[in-house]
């Protein structure tokens, strides 16, 4: 089974920064896309970042210009820089991974523990 385990989340005021980290590990053939969802309390799910094993990234617009997403292949491991946070950015953050598996070479879909992100004066 290929786990994701996420680090970086905490306490951060307005303007502020944090970097998130979330390193895979397991049986793992190659990894295509991996990502950063968050969930705000009485909120949907969204997609904030992702990129591809080609490095092509997306956002969504409420971060375009503050986030960047990153990934270290060697590693198996993607990152969000968070700058100039909001507290609107406040949210559970969890990473995803696209991940081929298995001598069948298998594309799972797995997810992350979550990590509390809290923007606060």
Known sequence: QVQLVESGGGLVQ??????????????????????????????????????????????????????????????????LQMNSLKPDDTAVYYCNAEVVVGIFRNLRD???QGTQVTVSS
């Open 14 to 79: 307005p303007g502020g920064s944090l970097r998130l980290s979330c390193a895979a590990s397991g049986i793992i053939f190659s990894i295509n896309t991996m990502g950063w969802y968050r969930q705000a309390p009485g909120k949907e799910r969204e997609l904030v970042a992702a990129i591809t094993s080609g490095d092509s990234t997306n956002y969504v617009d409420s971060v375009k210009g503050r986030f960047t997403i990153s990934r270290d292949d060697a590693k198996n491991t993607v990152y």
């Open 110 to 112: 797995y997810w992350g």
